[in-house]
């Protein structure tokens, strides 16, 4: 069993940064890839940014290319995502996870940019 813990959030204004944390307890989690989600009011649960095991492949959806960069400490058991250029349609409940196969959802944190 894998417990998820999402932190960071908050309220920012438009252009503003945030950098969330998650931190993995309950199994090892260095030889998944993990990846970072978020839920806006009334709309599905999105894959926003996705790291391999290793750290080494970021990859991210198209509308937070250049703006967001997700990061991952093995030792430490923790996944980060820093969030710079903030938008209004950014906010939203941001959570993570294992990338190719989701385990339990933690609670997220929230994320609301004011325009």
């Known amino acids: 069993q894998v417990h998820l813990v999402e932190f960071g959030g908050g309220l920012v204004q438009t252009g503003g940064s945030l950098r969330l944390f998650c931190a993995a307890s309950?199994?090892?989690?260095?030889?998944?890839?993990m990846a970072w989600f978020r839920q806006a009011p009334g709309k599905e649960r999105e894959w926003v940014a996705a790291?391999?095991?290793?750290?080494?492949?970021?990859k991210y959806t198209e509308s937070v290319k250049g703006r967001f960069t997700i990061s991952r400490d093995n030792v430490k058991g923790a996944v980060y995502l820093q969030m710079d250029s903030l938008k209004p349609e950014d906010t939203a409940v941001y959570y993570c996870?294992?990338?190719?196969?989701?385990?339990?959802w933690g609670q997220g944190t929230q994320v609301t940019v004011s325009s």
């Open positions: 996870n294992n990338y190719r196969s989701p385990w339990s």
């Open positions: 309950g199994r090892p989690f260095n030889d998944y890839a």
């Open positions: 790291i391999d095991d290793e750290g080494t492949r970021p």
